[in-house]
């Protein structure tokens, strides 16, 4: 496993494990007991997926050292104000049975988010945080928050695929020194990604998996990557991604497929935004 040093010198796995969406406790306690037993140390949860007190569990009854583990959760939009955005912070640590988080990020750039970034700084300077960042900050977004909170982000969590590969957003992330974290690395299967021609091929050549092409070839970008599956065997493959290096030629085929915006989500439709804000009233 390879690390990278965040902006307040905090170091992260590069690669984690997700749980988004699997709510089933038992499924979801099992699969992360399994993660960490394949050696995973990253994983990140949040208050919507509803699993954070299976993760919990899981690492609770993992036996895992919580030095050697990196655990992230999210606030949500509901909570996002001054306020609710400290109580939501003391109900998912009670939820994962921890004393301190590792990283806590702002879910959406919706609501009171201001009011929920200084309440998270407080807590971050008292020490119950080891990092703060935030997910889905388009450049437009981030840019304006990072001139205008105190503490930069360390962590921006966004959708980062070969079909929608983002460069803009890593430049600027960049030169804010924020760490860029990819959620949905597979594209959630779309574009046939386990089957394309071009991954497949350079994998061949490596003796990997189109799967294991796609998050080598985020984390040598400097994307840290967080797969999700409930399968051992996949699990133990996703995290068999350190004993290759990908070619400028390979690195320069995979830039071509990029179609340039997302097939899963929209952020600029206001009625997802409005669901959003619905999700939990």
Known sequence: MEYTVLNNGIKMPMEGFGVFQVPDPAQCE?????????????????????????????????????????????????????????????????????????????????????????????????????????????????????????VIPAVNQVELHPFFQQENALKLMKEYEVTPEAWGPFAEGKHGIFSDPVLTGIGAKYGKSAAQVVLHWNVQRGVVVIPKSVHRERMEQNIDIWNFTLSDEDMAAISKMDIGHSEIVDHFDPNFVKALHGRFK
């Open 30 to 150: 099992q699969a992360v007991l399994d993660a960490i037993s394949t050696g995973y140390r990253l994983i990140d949860t949040a208050a919507a997926y509803a699993n954070e007190e299976a993760v919990g569990a899981a690492i609770k009854k993992s036996g895992a050292c919580r030095e050697d583990l990196f655990i992230t959760t999210k606030l949500w939009v509901s909570d996002a104000s001054y306020d609710k955005a400290k109580a939501a912070f003391e109900t998912s640590l009670k939820k994962l049975g921890l004393e301190y988080l590792d990283l806590y990020l702002i879910h959406q750039p919706m609501g009171d988010y201001y009011g929920a970034w200084r309440a998270m700084e407080e807590l971050y300077k008292e020490g119950r945080i080891r990092a703060i960042g935030v997910c889905n900050f388009y450049p437009h977004v981030l840019a304006d928050f990072c001139e205008t909170v105190e």
